[in-house]
């Protein structure tokens, strides 16, 4: 009974609980480890030695070390490790950390504690193995100075949207009936949970800023000090999404113009008094001129303008300013061809490159358009040398099932996250995400300055030491602007609706850390972690849970994509909530997005030489790839081409034959899913409660990817008139 322990359950301490631990380290941060550390002594027979500082260490005996900061007076083991890891000329850095185990001992150092939390919960995923062999100096570090969630919650519920914009798990873990909830033990244990997955920052507020949300910025400020209380013991800080009309509507001012002086005060008298509040405080998120909300170029001035502003505000305090990409005209002519949503973004932002301040940073949705189950990545985080960016993803599945359908979305973000732009010899998304000095054109110290972190002290510029095992992060400058997601938290007893939706939550941070990292192997910790109760290894026990969970959930968004739009043609959504199949539910409105269905053919010419030119926004190699109908990737061909339906992929299937066996293929793996999961009933290591609610949603996913296959199969067989060719039934 209760909300569920997602990837914390008591037992994933079995190993480091029944342990002799010695931490040492001062703060906050160091206190949080310690208390953990007490708790789970308690419940598996360990002991923890409190320890205050440094000097106070004996000499043991210990299994296990924690040391945060630069004292001299370590166990042997540990003044070992430490010595051998100044030797190599190493810095371990603010968030990272050392692992080391010999001699018996198992060793955590870290130059500051945040560094120590994460060591800590690095155990945790280990556990017996943490304990078991000799363990060679590693080093751990995020690749991603700035790993945050946003949260699309409104204080109020909304007529329309409710409480969480575009949520499925409930209401707000933050707000109730209009106000902070009086109990906040949840926001602490939702703090545990992302830390364990290494994030560190959480904006509270919807970025579509209403009435009531807006004053978070002002009377209601306190609320947001509350919130952030939750949120520092594990090392996050908080962020707030804000009105740019905030000036005019708050302030009573007769303009939010970005120039106006008095505009200018305003925002920094405001900014002042959050920061009296709350001295970590991490910044502000803004959505300005986009869907509705207001932004400067109702004064006739440009996003730099008005972000550079917000910055100037930030900059004494350290804060920075996420300023969204996300903007495009939802007000077209569809009518009109020479307008093309994909290309807004970068025709909006590209050129103001250079132009923004150091703490700002240009948040880019990961695909041109809107979060689509399939887009290609957006050429402007390639665009942008001399700005940070920061990717965002959406965990909340918006268009990929809304936490109904199964829908691991870690492989899809890994294949952005490795994407290179500018061709195999150019940055990866997620090192432009980092900062790639390469890349980013103004000092690498400066940025990190401007994002100094209070809690962390000094970012550091990575270097790689020879013979130490750099793993997680490679060589870093931390100058980009990390990696965003939109949250999928609710106040459900599972956290996300969904159960195995935690999964997304918990991959999102470990990618925001490790871009690297394997999708599969990341899905098999969650899964060591979650179910606590399955056998040690994939050959498991007689129902083999752990197998059937990544059977399930591996190539679960390709089975989405499957039995959805096709190529990579998007918004064959219903409107409004966009849940579900209607082909062409969006294709005739303002919002620009069309898939140009006819007799002939399909997709959407983007190309410079007959369509909306989208594919002249990228740099070579991509450009031309995606401009030549032979060379394009099949699973994007109908967002750049407009193909006849006989036209022949490099799978060797003609398009038209493609949309068909696609919806045929991914139903039936949905039937086999579903099979799957009902031979995990009754076999004890999945609570039955969690069991039953899975089973319900795979009822109901069966039943929308039917509507799916049937919609898309009859809508394209009237369109085009050509048969299945392996005569299935197509209505
Ligand atoms: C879209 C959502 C909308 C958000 C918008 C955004 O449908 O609710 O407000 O993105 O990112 O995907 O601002």
Redesign the pocket.
């Given at each position: 009974a209760g909300v569920h322990q997602a990837w914390l359950p008591p037992e994933a301490f079995r190993a480091i609980g029944a342990r002799r631990a010695l931490v040492l380290g001062d703060g906050p941060l160091a206190g949080t480890v310690r208390d953990e550390l007490a708790q789970a002594c308690a419940r598996y027979g360990g002991s923890v030695r409190p320890g205050g500082d440094l000097a106070s260490a004996d000499g043991g005996p210990y299994d296990l070390v924690l040391a945060a900061g630069a004292g001299e007076s370590l166990p042997a083991v540990a003044a070992a490790v430490r010595a051998e890891v100044r030797s190599l000329g190493a810095e371990i850095g603010g968030e990272g950390f050392v692992l080391a185990r010999r001699d018996g001992v198992t060793v955590v150092l870290a130059d500051e504690p945040a560094g120590l939390l994460y060591g800590l919960f690095h155990l945790v995923r280990l556990g017996e193995a943490a304990f078991e062999d000799t363990i060679a100096v590693e080093h751990h570090r995020p690749a991603l100075r700035l790993r945050m969630l946003d949260h699309?919650d409104n204080v109020d519920v909304h007529p329309v949207?409710g409480q969480v914009?575009?949520g499925y798990a409930g209401g707000s873990i933050f707000w109730r009936d209009g106000a902070l909830r009086d109990d906040l033990r949840r926001v602490r244990a939702y703090a545990r949970l992302l830390a364990a997955c290494g994030i560190n920052a959480v904006a509270v507020n919807n970025?579509?800023v209403h009435t009531t949300e807006a004053r978070l910025l002002t009377d209601r400020l306190g609320d947001v000090a509350a919130i952030a209380g939750e949120l520092r013991p594990y090392g996050i800080r908080v962020h707030l999404s804000v009105d740019f009309a905030a000036p005019v509507t708050l302030g009573g001012a007769s303009t939010a113009d970005p120039l106006d002086e008095d505009v200018r005060t305003w925002w920094a008298e405001t900014t002042e008094r959050v920061y009296d509040t709350i001295p970590d405080f991490g910044g502000y998120v803004v959505?300005a001129d986009?869907?509705g909300r207001p932004g400067p170029f109702a004064y006739g001035r440009s996003h730099a303008d008005g972000a550079n502003m917000l910055a100037e505000a930030l900059a004494p305090f350290g804060g920075v300013v996420h300023w969204?990409a996300?903007v495009y005209d939802h007000r077209q002519d569809w009518r009109d061809r020479s307008t093309d949503r994909a290309r807004a973004a970068h025709d909006h932002f590209a050129p103001l490159d250079g132009l923004f301040g150091d703490n700002v940073i240009l948040q880019v949705k990961h695909g041109p358009i809107?979060?689509q189950p399939r887009e290609p990545v957006s050429p402007v985080i390639a665009a942008m040398p001399a700005t940070r960016v920061a990717v965002e993803l959406q965990v909340t599945q918006?268009y990929t099932g809304q936490q109904r359908h199964v829908c691991y979305l870690a492989p899809m973000w890994s294949e952005v996250l490795g994407f290179r732009l500018s061709g195999p010899a150019g940055p990866s998304v997620a090192q432009i995400a980092g900062g790639a000095a390469a890349h980013h054109g103004r000092a690498a110290h400066g940025a990190a300055a401007a994002n100094g972190a209070v809690s962390n002290g000094a970012v550091s510029n990575g270097a790689v030491s020879n013979g130490v095992a750099e793993l997680d992060g490679t060589a870093q400058t931390y100058g980009g602007g990390g990696l965003v997601g939109v949250s999928n938290v609710g106040d459900d007893d599972f956290w996300t609706g969904h159960p195995l939706a935690q999964a997304n939550l918990y991959a999102f941070g470990r990618l925001a850390w490790a871009p690297d990292a394997d999708p599969a192997a990341i899905l098999d910790e969650w899964i060591g972690l979650t179910f606590p109760a399955f056998p040690p290894d994939m050959t498991g026990g007689p129902d083999r849970p752990r197998s059937v969970l990544h059977a399930i959930m591996d190539d679960s968004w390709r089975t989405y994509e499957r039995y959805t739009a096709p190529l990579g043609v998007g918004f064959m959504v219903r409107p409004g909530h966009?849940y579900g199949p209607d082909v062409d539910g969006y294709e005739y409105t303002p919002w620009g997005t069309y898939h140009f269905a006819d007799r002939d053919g399909v997709g959407v010419d983007r190309t410079r030489a007959t369509g909306t030119g989208y594919t002249g926004q990228y740099p070579e190699p991509w450009s031309q790839v995606y401009e030549s109908i032979e060379r394009c990737p099949d699973e994007v061909l109908l967002f750049f081409h407009h193909v006849p339906y006989g036209h022949v992929l490099h799978s060797g299937s003609t398009v038209i034959q493609h949309i068909y066996d696609t919806h045929f293929a991914g139903v039936e793996e949905v039937v086999r899913a579903q099979a799957l999961w009902a031979g995990l009933a009754g076999a004890g290591s999945v609570p039955p409660a969690l069991h039953a609610r899975v089973a319900d949603l795979l009822d109901e996913q069966l039943r929308c990817a039917r509507e799916w296959r049937d919609q898309v199969n009859t809508y394209f067989f009237r369109k085009s008139g050509v048969p299945d060719a392996h005569g299935r039934r197509i209505w």
């Open positions: 699309w949207m914009e575009r970025v579509n959505k986009s869907e969204r996300f809107d979060f918006e966009h």
